[in-house]
């Protein structure tokens, strides 16, 4: 027997010893055992090395977050993280948010591993993700910044937006009960709260949509060479070159129900639509939500006039417009904190609708800790004409408009 046929047999030995070990776990089950005593491994050794050092001085409480980065600095160095564990209040606040994402993916009941995580800690990935998801950067760019292989980066960070969308359930939620009796905001900022009675419902949300733009099915663009042709690809692409990202939201600018679907789809909102009808709980008594034209007009959901308008419209319409600031200041706020949401190199709808999903949820979850990013606000989606009206919506909204202008018309008598 040649030295080949021995490294063959000794090979052979070797993996049918361990198939036999091993045989009860699936491969994935397998994976995922493996990353994680693997960084278990790697974090024990660091944290011991990290409590023989000198103690620093008492003056700040460190944070998980800040431990993962002296941990990250010392095992590859500090030129690959943009952050200093002695921070500033802005650095503070991003050690924060990392921190609480941190906490929320670890908590997460979902058995879905990390793809790629064995070199990196979990605050780490955040941070990554993160990055990928406020800066128009590439990837290639990222991999040079992290040190990482743009593939494995772009695992990770696929990875990370699978993880986040199992929370949406959490995040993304439609207030009930006593909740969405204290979400209720005036139909009119001539009114109180408690002002107009019957006559005038109380908003719960403004329902709309925007429009996020995807890898054109023709060829491959480079992120950073896509603005001049962002008009052009408004013009010409292909319906299913956007993401409709349908969205309700609360006086606040938190999501309280998103729909992402492929640009062909026409749909604008009659699942929800349908939705509310079946189950009326979920809308208060004495409460509506407002859409744009385009939008079915129900007694649930108002829409604007259109047509020939009169004075009594026109205040209905001017009343309603109010609202829709709200929607569209939502909107420029995601888009500016989430920049990556401005033209999304992804030519997979799948992936391109969990990044999406995923920056809709960090949006609520940076509401909840007080973050709040001021975008400016862009030209508005408007669709002419009303798709569906019911009996109903349009005494609604009949009964709404003949308080408003009996009551707040300047020129009336």
């Not at 975008?375 to 009949?398: F, N, P």
Request: hydrophobic share 35%; net charge negative; glycine share 6%.
């Amino acid at each position: 027997m040649d030295a080949c046929e021995c490294v063959l047999s000794a090979g052979r030995a070797v993996l049918d010893m361990v198939e036999r070990e091993w045989q009860p776990l699936s491969a994935g089950e397998l994976e995922h055992r493996l990353d994680q005593a693997v960084e278990e491994i790697l974090e024990a050794q660091l944290l011991a090395k990290l409590e023989k050092q000198p103690s620093p001085p008492p003056p700040t409480t460190t944070t998980t977050t800040t431990i993962y980065v002296q941990l990250l600095q010392n095992q590859v160095g500090p030129q690959v993280l943009h952050t200093a564990t002695t921070s500033s209040p802005p650095e503070q606040e991003e050690e924060r948010e990392e921190e609480y994402i941190s906490d929320l993916l670890h908590s997460s009941k979902s058995r879905t591993r990390m793809a790629g995580r064995a070199r990196l800690s979990m605050s780490h990935t955040v941070l990554l993700s993160l990055t990928l998801l406020s800066e128009r950067v590439s990837y290639r760019t990222v991999s040079r910044r992290f040190q990482l292989e743009k593939g494995n980066i772009h695992r990770i960070f696929f990875s990370f937006c699978q993880c986040m969308n199992m929370l949406e359930e959490r995040h993304i939620t439609w207030p009930v009960g006593k909740e969405a009796v204290e979400a209720l905001f005036p139909f009119s900022s001539l009114l109180g709260k408690e002002e107009g009675g019957q006559d005038v419902p109380q908003v719960l949300g403004v329902l709309g949509h925007t429009r996020i733009l995807i890898r054109l099915p023709i060829g491959k663009h480079d992120v950073e060479s896509t603005v001049p042709e962002v008009k052009r690809m408004k013009m010409e692409a292909h319906p299913d070159s956007w993401l409709n990202l349908e969205h309700v939201c609360d006086i606040r600018g938190r999501f309280l129900h998103c729909r992402i679907s492929k640009g062909s789809d026409v749909d604008r909102g009659r699942a929800l639509r349908d939705k509310l009808k079946q189950h009326p709980e979920l809308m208060p008594p004495g409460s509506c939500l407002v859409a744009r034209p385009g939008y079915p007009l129900t007694d649930q959901i108002l829409t604007p006039y259109t047509g020939s308008l009169g004075p009594r419209e026109e205040l209905f319409n001017k009343t309603l417009e109010e609202h829709f600031q709200i929607l569209d200041q939502a909107v420029a706020n995601l888009r500016a904190r989430f920049q990556r949401l401005r033209y999304l190199d992804i030519g997979n709808y799948d992936r391109a609708r969990a990044v999406v999903l995923t920056a809709c949820v960090l949006h609520n979850v940076f509401l909840e800790l007080g973050q709040v990013v001021q975008g400016e606000k862009e030209e508005s989606i408007t669709q002419e004409g009303e798709v569906e009206v019911d009996d109903e919506g349009v005494r609604r909204r009949d009964s709404i408009t003949d308080f408003l202008f009996k009551n707040f018309n300047p020129g009336n008598p």
